[in-house]
């Protein structure tokens, strides 16, 4: 399942890569499990002729903004990835595509090419993903509904502790609410937990303040590794 450091790789590779171009060509696939609420055609209407100006995430979320609305938005799902032909988006796990591949993939749900032959494809083998095109992506769930993101608006110390100690839910599945931080997925939260030595069962408020501090240096320090960890420990010390 993709996680918070492979949307937002895949969004500062469509950062350095894609932006100031126009589309000028567009294929959407005919698929209303992934490409919500809009047909193909009209989808591809609306953004055909464009010019993406930024890259743009929150949480497990993706959009571009373009020169004007509305704009593509991106669910990753249990699958979903961002493909840009001649371009590694990430470094941990292949993701260049070869000369020698079928493209776009069989896979790919939205797929544009750019004025100056740049080609950007959104795959997902599983069909879990959602594609909308929205005019505000902020203002409508899912992303309307994510709590701070852990990359780009990290609490402070101070608001990180007092918001614990506000929940009895155990701490794991705590990590995991998208509504109380978004972006952090299952191996981000084994680690940062196993990194400050709490158990992933403990309940949220009962954590100290010694145990507040070391957890949200922890999530600093993971929240964008370049590789998932390789084993997490079965057991975490308290």
Known sequence: ???????????????ENCLGKKIKRVIIADDNKVIHGISPSDFQISILGKTIVSARRKGKNLWLELDSPP???????????IYIKG??????????VKDSEEWPSKYSKFFVE???GLELSFTDKRRFAKVRLLANPTSV????????????EPMTVEEFAENLA?????????????????????WIADEVLYQARIH???????????????????????????????????????
Request: charge should be positive.
């Open 1 to 15: 399942m993709p996680e918070l450091p492979e949307v937002e790789a895949a969004r500062r590779a469509i950062e």
């Open 71 to 81: 704009f593509p938005s991106f669910q990753f799902g249990m699958a979903g990835a």
């Open 87 to 96: 371009v590694a988006v990430t470094k941990y796990k292949r993701s260049a």
């Open 114 to 116: 750019l004025d100056d």
């Open 141 to 152: 769930s899912p992303i309307s509904e994510l709590g701070p993101d852990a990359l780009l």
């Open 166 to 186: 506000k929940k009895k839910i155990t701490i794991k599945p705590l990590l995991l609410d998208q509504g109380f931080i978004s972006g952090i997925g299952n």
């Open 200 to 238: 992933p069962l403990q309940s949220a408020s009962s954590l100290s303040k010694e145990q507040c501090e070391a957890l949200h240096t922890s999530i600093k320090e993971v929240r964008f590794l370049k590789n998932p960890p390789k084993r997490i420990p079965k057991k975490h010390g308290n």
